[in-house]
């Protein structure tokens, strides 16, 4: 197989262009192939069916690389594809169990340089896994690892804002605003920008910036809703700041749309 071909493939589909690598695979598959090599052309495929949403499309290519090749290493990487698969069924507590199983079953083979993309995958997951379940000590060192894998396979900016989050669990509000700022150049008001924001103003208001609090906290207003942020903490907090500002009209508005 064109080695070469299937990772400019891999690299499209990482890009946002799921159909287009897509199709490579699938011209790449009318080859002739060995059992390995099909298999991780059918991985590929469900990688892109994946990214395009079509979840069972996905599911079904993973099984058939199994059924083709049920090496360890084709098992690595279908195993990872239903850990994400879970993820994107938002079934977090499944996909964490399935990541902490390849861990575990494949320690040896992830730490070849053939698999270090699955370790990757893994890795930063199981971060973002147990910053969401309010696990942050155990958080923290994977995010941080993470911080160093190849960008093309990595979400920085996602590492960073949990690795945020996880460092204010632990009460390190110095370390967890370096991380949301180093997020925010550049980046477009989505969820992760206005989380991170929103974690922002409180740690400004806690150090006593109530000035650069109420930036944050304004700039969140608009966007609160689109990154999950309820009424009674966005508007509660811009309530408080305003009255240590001295603006008392605006901490009544706010105070009033919080018990909304």
Request: proline share 3%; net charge neutral; hydrophobic share 40%.
């Amino acid at each position: 197989m064109d080695q070469e071909r299937f990772r400019r493939a891999m690299v499209l589909a990482q890009s946002g262009n799921g159909q287009q690598a897509l199709h490579e695979l699938r011209a790449m598959a009318q080859d002739n192939l060995s059992p390995d090599e099909k298999a991780l052309l059918l991985y590929g495929q469900a990688v892109c069916l994946q990214r395009l949403g079509k979840l069972e499309e996905a599911r079904k290519c993973n099984r058939q690389a199994v059924a083709i090749s049920p090496r360890d290493e084709v098992r690595a990487r279908t195993d990872l594809g239903e850990a994400v698969l879970c993820w994107e069924e938002r079934r977090f507590q499944e996909s964490l169990r399935i990541l902490d199983n390849i861990l575990e079953r494949y320690s040896d083979l992830l730490r070849t340089p053939d698999l270090r993309d699955v370790y990757e995958g893994v890795q930063i997951r199981r971060g973002i896994l147990l910053a969401k379940f309010s696990r942050p000590g155990e958080a923290r060192p994977l995010l941080e690892e993470a911080l160093s894998f190849d960008p093309g396979a990595v979400d920085i900016r996602q590492a960073l804002y949990y690795l945020g989050v996880a460092l204010f669990n632990l009460a390190e509000k110095k370390a967890a605003k370096a991380r949301f700022l180093g997020l925010l150049p550049g980046s477009d008001d989505d969820y992760w920008a206005i989380s991170a924001r929103y974690y922002l103003g409180i740690i400004y208001s806690e150090e006593g910036a109530y000035g650069k609090a109420l930036l944050e906290f304004e700039h969140v207003e608009p966007h609160a809703k689109a990154a999950n942020i309820s009424n009674d903490k966005i508007y509660g907090w811009l309530a408080r700041t305003y009255r240590l500002v001295g603006n008392s009209g605006q901490a009544e508005r706010c105070e009033k749309l919080a018990r909304e």
